[in-house]
């Protein structure tokens, strides 16, 4: 392989790198946002330190719940129950499968997106009645009876018969995908289940809230209720969803920024190029003429020059406008003083110690598909910006010793940009990711690749002219 073709590679695999965290980086978020049901991200949740509670302590009880509902004075909450043994078996007809066995609610749904592919969910009524109904993946539905429209058979659980409602489909998005345990989904009514299983006990809550800003007043008001109710907010898991979307969506607006960000620079550089080429040829004629008739005589130079000038600071406003964004930063992280050593060390101290404390903890679905969201995006956005910066700019730096004018160049990463495009637009379909086509950040992105085609071709034209 020559060293052309190998400069071309390095180049393209960066635009593919930088591309692929605006459209994946965005398509998590979304993804991530309709993974958490009709509501969303606005909602807290609140969900048992299992690894501190090995006798149930502090599950909620019906009464908890109802009490919670006065105190936070709102009727949109979920309840999700879990059985305290390690090993759970659904069977039809003298066969037995392995299956993880969640009791819920009938507001379950609108919390947690969950595709029925035949039948529907247990409904209030069911629930009220303490009807022994199931709903379970087309996985188990395919085990059991080799059909994934089950609905009407039944099932029997702890040696109860269930009828089953509804058949969820899959979700072989990427996101579920790595939120899978493997096991065949079932769900119940919690009070059904808890009724059956002893050791069953409603361990995760999820709450229906607004977007209380960047302050912790949504987590302050679910720790008060706790505390009426007799709870103690440090046995919980208090996670406000609304933060959490703030925090996920400002990584894909942060690598926009960054792209602006070298962008203007780039145009301050050449604006202040141009000021110092007419400031200096105004200086030179000024020494064996006098001002007035050096302006008239270099006018149309000049003019090009505060042309060129004018617009690189118009361009530097329009990118500003583009790419600012109000940054989300957890309160917990705000000193009340600027410098304050001790403060940010107690930061880490507690981290650490929150880490040792969770070991062991098992987070519940919801949880865990924010957590595995998060995971993706800060691996995307940190390959994008140091892999994907340093073979960009790896190709643009070789791409000076190739003979190739502005025109011919911008033909080609044009090219490039929307082969790009393309291959990531395959991917997130492959992947099960919807394509969400942020236009602008799109459009800095192509501005920051122009402009260092630009900065290329220039600083090439101005070796020539000192030589």
């Known amino acids: 392989m020559n060293k052309g073709k190998a400069v071309w590679i390095v180049t393209f695999s960066g635009i593919l790198l930088m591309l692929s965290f605006l459209i994946l980086g965005n398509a998590l978020v979304e993804e991530c946002n309709r993974l958490n049901g009709d509501y969303s991200m606005q909602k807290v949740l609140v969900s048992v330190k299992n690894q501190i509670d090995r006798q149930g302590k502090n599950s909620f009880s019906m009464e908890d719940i109802e009490r919670l509902k006065k105190e936070l004075s709102t009727e949109a909450i979920s309840y999700t129950a879990q059985s305290g043994l390690v090993n759970i078996s659904v069977s039809s007809a003298g066969t037995a499968l392995p299956a993880r066995l969640t009791g819920v609610d009938h507001t379950y749904p609108v919390f947690n997106s969950l595709m029925l592919k035949d039948g529907s969910f247990i409904t209030q009524k069911q629930e009220e009645e303490g009807a022994m109904v199931a709903v379970i993946d087309e996985e188990l539905a395919w085990e059991l009876f080799r059909t994934v429209h089950a609905t009407g058979k039944t099932i029997d659980i702890f040696d109860k018969t269930f009828q089953i409602t509804g058949i969820v489909k899959k979700d072989n998005s990427l996101i579920g995908k790595l939120t899978d345990d493997g096991l065949p989904k079932v769900y119940i009514p919690a009070e059904v289940m808890m009724e059956m299983d002893t050791t069953a006990g409603v361990t995760a809550l999820q709450i229906k809230t607004v977007d209380a800003g960047t302050l912790d007043q949504n987590k302050n008001n679910v720790s008060n209720a706790l505390r009426q109710i007799g709870k103690d907010p440090s046995n919980y898991n208090i996670i406000d969803y ?226």
């Open 242 to 467: 609304n933060l959490k979307y703030a925090f996920m969506k400002q990584w894909p607006l942060l690598f926009v920024f960054i792209l602006g960000a070298v962008s203007m620079m780039i145009l301050l550089t050449y604006a202040k190029k141009r000021i110092k080429t007419a400031y200096f040829l105004i200086r030179n004629g000024c020494k064996t003429d006098y001002f007035s008739n050096v302006m008239k005589d270099n006018k149309a130079v000049i003019g090009i020059h505060i042309l060129e000038i004018v617009l690189a600071a118009l361009g530097i406003l329009l990118i500003w406008r583009e790419i600012s964004f109000r940054p989300y930063i957890p309160p917990r992280y705000i000193p009340d003083e600027i410098i304050n050593i001790s403060y940010y060390l107690d930061i880490i101290k507690n981290g650490i110690q929150g880490s040792i404390r969770n070991m062991g903890y098992i987070p519940d679905q919801a949880e865990l598909i924010v957590n595995v969201a998060n995971m993706l995006l800060y691996l995307l956005f940190y390959t994008a910006v140091v892999l994907g910066f340093l073979l960009l700019y790896t190709g643009f730096r070789e791409m000076k010793a190739l003979n190739m004018d502005s025109n011919k160049l911008t033909r080609t990463f044009g090219i490039f940009f929307v082969l790009s495009l393309a291959i990531v637009a395959a991917a997130a379909y492959m992947i099960k990711l919807p394509f969400v086509l942020d236009l602008k950040g799109i459009l800095i992105a192509w501005v920051f690749i122009f402009l260092n085609i630009l900065s290329i071709t220039k600083g090439k034209e101005s070796d020539i002219q000192n030589v």
